[in-house]
C-alpha cells in the first residue's frame, strides 16, 4: 500500500514536499517514483529513485527544481519541489516497481498539488 500526502494550494514560486508513505512489501527492493496527470493528459513520470538513492532519474520539466528522496528506515520516499509554476498543477502519484523481480507496479491514490494566485 502506498499513501500520499503533503498536496495542497501553493503560490507559483512557492514549495512543496510530498511524502509517501509504503507497507505491505519490502520497501528496500523497490524502485520508486513520482508522476504526475492532469485531466485529459497521459500520466508522466516526474522522478524515480532506486532501492538505495544511489541513481535518481528526473524529466527535464522539474529538473533543478525538485529532488526525490527516500528513507528505507521510514519506508518512506518524499519529494521536495522548489520554485513551483502553474503547469506543476496536477495530481501526484506515488509508484513501486520491484527492482529485482518482474511484478505490477504498486500505486497510492493520489494527492492534488495546486499552484496558484
Known amino acids: 500500500q502506498l499513501v500520499e500526502s503533503g498536496g495542497g494550494l501553493v503560490q507559483p514560486g512557492g514549495s512543496l514536499r510530498l511524502s509517501c508513505a509504503a507497507s505491505?512489501?519490502?520497501?528496500?527492493?523497490?524502485?520508486m517514483s513520482w508522476y504526475r496527470q492532469v485531466p485529459g493528459k497521459e500520466r508522466e513520470l516526474v522522478a524515480s529513485i532506486t532501492p538505495f538513492g544511489g541513481s535518481t532519474n528526473y524529466a527535464e520539466s522539474v529538473k533543478d527544481r525538485v529532488t526525490i528522496s527516500r528513507d528505507n528506515a521510514k519506508n518512506a520516499v518524499y519529494l521536495q519541489m522548489n520554485s513551483l509554476k502553474a503547469e506543476d498543477t496536477a495530481v501526484y502519484y506515488c509508484s513501486a516497481r520491484n527492482h529485482y523481480y518482474p511484478e505490477i507496479p504498486h500505486w497510492g491514490q493520489g494527492t492534488q498539488v495546486t499552484v496558484s494566485s
Open positions: 505491505g512489501f519490502i520497501f528496500s527492493q523497490y524502485d
